[in-house]
């Protein structure tokens, strides 16, 4: 191959198309040509997404889903072809596809950012602009969905106790998270795939994080490579790290010091994943891609995970256990939380492990269907702490389903350190980029402000567990959801068109 240093004249496209088959297999990223007939039989999505781009600018389906540096990391240097004369090269027009072009005609009609009063606004939105690839991963849950829908329901379950006559003209919901100082009580949770819904990925999560000083918990499976994600991070800005634990401990030991290096200032440790979970509107948007050939790999024992997850997770270890903590602390000074638990005697043993913190999740409803809600499990285990005198000894988040302040309020009366907020911010940012996020951030502030008027609290130590009538969130009165995939997505399959005798 004409090494890219040596290289006098740019590929053509005429020649990369030469190269289209398994025996002979180049791409081309970002104007530049790879050799990946070795790699195909090694790539976690499988080979087939690779092919269906063989010979072809495989740029967009490639950005989403890898960080920048991972040709460079992975991909041997004398399979790097060099330049690319992008004239010559025939590009795929989005234009001519009907549903992109139906797509860019209700972004034209689309809401202006102003008409948005509340975080369910931008889901509305971005449910009718974003990508259908993008929506259906951003936007799924496990199995039936149960968990997901209970995630936010949980909240209707609580009630306030409002004290009155409290004199609330000066009103501060600042709070710190593991020592920072943040503006308000809830982080940006890690997800994955910032690319899927913006070009620029996960940044526009940074920079809205600086806007209104809350912390970015940085997903190890991000768009972004995570230099780019520290880079963007202004002056103090602080920001955590969300880790899968990698089969390879010594990659996991690497991602570990390097983020302490870079100063990041808390690990936080997903323990609810050891498989990503079934997420079907993900896996049938993907079977119209070939992404999803993943599920076909072989007969009936069809890969448990959709095409892009299961290709960016392959890696994570499920014999993850409590008997590697102790190593975590050998290798780290940040603070380590785990992030997951899902049951009072797991916040024990997390204690009794000397982690300086857990999330009570269930990962947004993408992992274990029919798994409590975050706000549930806090419900459980505060009182059990409070009687062991526990209740100062860890900090405590929840996440999931949080889309109002009354639902961060709720949390922190139950004794909440702060919440997690996830897809809300991905679909401020799909919709509207970081005016949207910006502006989501400014409508949970201004909402956090009137409600803790309203219920009788100047500053956050007032909130406490007799502000809040918890007796209904143990009932799970389960309607079949309305959204089920049943019927919406069977529908969707058939389409409108066809008569279903
Ligand atoms: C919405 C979403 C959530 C993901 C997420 C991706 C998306 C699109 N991903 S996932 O691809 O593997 O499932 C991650 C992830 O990388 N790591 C993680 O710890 N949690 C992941 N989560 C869970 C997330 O950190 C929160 O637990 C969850 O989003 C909170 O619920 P809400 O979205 O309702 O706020």
Not at 63 to 82: A, E, N
Not at 153 to 165: C, E, G, M, Q
Not at 227 to 237: P, T
Not at 383 to 396: T, Y
Request: include cysteine; aromatic fraction near 6%; hydrophobic fraction near 35%.
């Amino acid at each position: 191959h004409p090494s890219n240093d040596t290289q006098a004249v740019k590929l053509s496209g005429e020649e990369v198309t030469k190269h289209n088959s398994r025996e002979s297999c180049w791409v081309i990223i970002h104007g530049r040509a790879y050799d990946v007939t070795e790699f195909l039989p090694e790539h976690p999505g499988g080979a087939k997404i690779i092919l269906k781009y063989a010979g072809k600018d495989a740029s967009d389906e490639y950005d989403p889903i890898h960080p920048p540096d991972t040709l460079d990391k992975y991909l041997d240097k004398k399979f790097h072809l060099g330049e690319v004369d992008m004239n010559t090269v025939e590009q795929e027009t989005k234009e001519d596809d009907p549903e992109e072009q139906e797509r860019q005609e209700r972004i034209k009609r689309m809401p202006i950012l102003e008409q948005c009063y509340n975080l369910m606004d931008f889901e509305a939105v971005a449910r009718r602009v974003m990508k259908r690839t993008a929506w259906a991963y951003y936007s799924s849950g496990a199995d039936d969905e149960i968990t997901m829908r209970e995630n936010h329901s949980a909240f209707h379950k609580i009630w306030f106790r409002p004290r009155v006559l409290v004199d609330v003209e000066k009103v501060d919901f600042s709070t710190t998270m593991l020592g920072t100082k943040v503006d308000i009580p809830f982080y940006v949770t890690a997800t994955a795939l910032g690319k899927l819904g913006n070009p620029e990925g996960e940044v526009i999560l940074t920079r809205g994080a600086k806007k209104h000083n809350v912390i970015q918990m940085i997903p190890t499976l991000a768009s972004c490579s995570f230099d780019e994600l520290i880079d963007a991070a202004e002056g103090n800005q602080v920001q955590w790290l969300q880790l899968y634990v990698n089969k390879n401990r010594d990659i996991t030991k690497r991602i570990v010091e390097h983020a302490e290096e870079r100063g990041c200032k808390g690990l936080f440790i997903t323990v609810d994943a050891p498989q990503l979970g079934r997420r079907e509107k993900d896996m049938r948007s993907k079977f119209s891609d070939v992404g999803s050939n993943v599920q076909s790999t072989g007969g009936h024992d069809v890969d448990r995970s959709q095409g892009a997850a299961r290709a960016i997770s392959s890696f994570i270890d499920p014999s993850l256990s409590w008997k590697d903590i102790p190593w975590f602390q050998s290798i780290t000074k940040m603070p380590i939380l785990l992030k997951g638990i899902q049951r009072v005697e797991d916040v024990i043993r997390a204690i009794e492990a000397g982690v300086q913190g857990v999330v009570l999740s269930n990962h947004g409803g993408r992992q274990l269907d029919f798994a409590r809600s975050g706000i549930e499990v806090l419900a459980e285990v505060m009182p059990v702490l409070r009687e062991r005198g526990w209740e100062d000894k860890i900090e405590i988040y929840i996440d999931g389903g949080v889309r109002r302040a009354t639902d961060i309020i709720k949390a922190l009366c139950l004794g909440a350190r702060g919440v997690g907020i996830g897809r809300p911010f991905l679909y401020a940012m799909s919709a509207y980029g970081l005016p949207g996020v910006d502006r989501a951030m400014h409508l949970l502030k201004a909402e956090m402000e009137m409600n803790m008027r309203l219920i009788g609290a100047a500053k956050i130590e007032d909130l406490d567990p007799s502000m809040v009538d918890t007796r209904g969130i143990t009932t799970h009165t389960t309607v079949v959801p309305a959204d089920t995939l049943s019927l919406n997505v069977y529908d969707a399959l058939i389409g409108p068109k066809e008569k279903v005798s």
